[in-house]
């Protein structure tokens, strides 16, 4: 069993960044490809970025360029840095492993 727990959201202007952290709980992650989603209001879940074990990184088109996904195995935690936000980046983002998720963090962007 891992437990996921994301922070990190918030408010930002249009332009600005953030960093998101999903800690890891319980069996080890290091296990498991991990993945950022996200999902805004009325909108189906999309994903974001992933990272394999073998630490390859890949991204949707919508954020290639301006987020990068990283792991701190000894600290359990992966994280997302978000650059160049768009008010499209507005909702809930969740952290993955394998079968289990993080109950999320809400990111809203401003124009």
């Known amino acids: 069993q891992v437990q996921l727990v994301e922070s990190g959201g918030g408010l930002v202007q249009a332009g600005g960044s953030l960093r998101l952290s999903c800690a890891a709980s319980?069996?080890?992650?290091?296990?498991?490809?991990m993945g950022w989603f996200r999902q805004a209001p009325g909108k189906e879940r999309e994903w974001v970025a992933r990272?394999?074990?073998?630490?390859?990184?890949t991204y949707s088109d919508s954020v290639k360029g301006r987020f990068t996904i990283s792991r701190d195995n000894p600290k359990n935690t992966v994280y997302l840095q978000m650059s160049s936000l768009e008010t499209e980046d507005t909702a809930v983002y969740r952290c993955?492993?394998?079968?289990?998720w993080g109950q999320g963090t809400q990111v809203t962007v401003s124009s």
């Open positions: 993955n492993a394998g079968p289990f």
């Open positions: 319980g069996r080890t992650f290091s296990s498991y490809a």
């Open positions: 990272l394999g074990l073998d630490d390859k990184t």
